[in-house]
């Protein structure tokens, strides 16, 4: 089970973090992938961290501005969000799939096994 937290309403050029706590003994052989979805919109990729967070991947409208790290003895990752932007605004949702590789990242939403319920991030202008 994943549990999104830290959504709310943030400003442009602010920051909020989010959190994805995870029930469950093996979380550290799971990749984690964030994505969004915006009104209207499907579900895109955001970023992703391997099993052991040494390997991150990041789509090029973040990249710079956010930051995916996860604490493996806290069954959490997380996604610092900076500089945010109005376009920024959807509802965020971690996702996580078994990995057989330390370094494995997966980006596509079918690759991922379990999902959180997402959270609200609405950026004002």
């Known amino acids: 089970q994943l549990v999104e937290s830290g959504g709310g309403l943030g400003q442009a050029g602010g920051s909020l973090r989010l959190s994805c706590a995870a029930s469950?003994?093996?979380?550290?052989?799971?990749?984690v992938g964030w994505f969004r979805q915006a009104p209207g919109k499907e579900r895109e990729f955001v970023t992703a961290?391997?099993?052991?967070?040494?390997?991150?991947y990041y789509i090029a409208s973040v990249k710079g501005r956010f930051t995916v790290s996860r604490d493996n003895t806290k069954n959490t990752v997380y996604l610092q969000m900076n500089s945010l932007k109005p376009e920024d605004t959807a509802v965020y949702y971690c996702?996580?799939?078994?990995?057989?590789?330390?370094?494995?990242?997966?980006?596509?939403?079918?690759?991922?096994?379990?999902w959180g319920q997402g959270t609200q991030v609405t950026v004002s202008s």
């Open positions: 996702a996580a799939v078994f990995s057989p590789s330390s370094m494995d990242i997966r980006i596509k939403t079918s690759d991922y096994t379990y």
């Open positions: 961290t391997s099993r052991s967070g040494s390997t991150t």
């Open positions: 469950g003994h093996t979380f550290s052989t799971y990749g």
